[in-house]
């Protein structure tokens, strides 16, 4: 049987951004629960495994050698360096889930969706989620009481600066009302699913159709 026969279509690189508090996290868990066709990016890392990680489940880790190797070689779909250590979105566990159909959901930063939208421009979808006010996203911190009050500052100053990213994406939802954003996100990804380029049954459909 033709690949194109059970494989009806190519996956999508989902990627949703937004300043913190403004909802991504929770949408992106709740995707991950509710819809079996996507796949969480697991990224690499230099970072030490945590007694409560698992390889290839929380992150592939790797030692610094290693992952300039590989970073070298092409390897990576992007990467940065956090806190003195590197994290990367491995190239080839991506292409696999999307040549199988699968879609792949990325919970990266700004720069990073830069990155991939570089590296593979025909397959992201980008998603920006804001939050209805920037007094809704203080309550929102507040409400997490995660933070001190001196880091929440940091994450609502450093807010100002992501949002004015908001151009660099396809998509826009503002989260006034999480089910509704969420049934929003789902719209997207569903019509997205739906493009004639990422449906690779279609033209041998086409051709039964027209006798061919």
């Known amino acids: 049987m033709d690949v194109s026969e059970t494989v009806r279509r190519r996956g999508v690189m989902l990627v949703l951004a937004a300043p913190s508090g403004a909802g991504k996290s929770t949408i992106a868990r709740r995707l991950l629960a509710e819809d079996p066709m996507i796949d969480l990016s697991i990224s690499a890392t230099t970072r030490q495994i945590r007694p409560s990680e698992r390889e290839g489940v929380h992150y592939f880790f790797m030692d610094p050698e290693g992952f300039m190797k590989k970073r070298?070689?092409?390897?990576?779909?992007?990467?940065?360096?956090?806190?003195g250590n590197y994290y990367a979105t491995p190239k080839?566990?991506?292409?696999?889930?999307?040549?199988?159909?699968?879609?792949?959901?990325?919970?990266?930063?700004?720069?990073?969706?830069?990155?991939l939208k570089q590296a593979m421009p025909g397959d992201v979808v980008g998603i920006f989620v804001l939050p209805p006010s920037?007094?809704?996203?203080?309550a929102r911190l507040l409400a997490r009481?995660?933070?001190?009050?001196?880091?929440?500052?940091?994450?609502?100053?450093?807010?100002?600066g992501e949002i004015s990213?908001?151009?660099?994406?396809?998509?826009?939802?503002?989260?006034?009302?999480?089910?509704?954003a969420y049934d929003l996100v789902r719209s997207i990804l569903r019509a997205e699913r739906a493009k004639r380029?990422?449906?690779?049954?279609i033209p041998r459909h086409v051709e039964r159709l027209l006798g061919n």
């Open 72 to 83: 070298d070689e092409g390897a990576f779909l992007e990467w940065a360096e956090v806190h």
């Open 165 to 180: 990213h908001w151009r660099d994406y396809e998509y826009v939802v503002i989260n006034d009302d999480l089910d509704d």
């Open 92 to 115: 080839a566990a991506v292409e696999q889930s999307l040549a199988a159909g699968r879609d792949v959901l990325f919970d990266i930063d700004v720069q990073g969706a830069e990155q």
């Open 145 to 160: 009481a995660e933070d001190s009050k001196a880091a929440m500052e940091v994450r609502l100053k450093n807010a100002t």
């Open 134 to 138: 920037m007094e809704a996203l203080r």
């Open 197 to 201: 380029e990422r449906e690779t049954a």
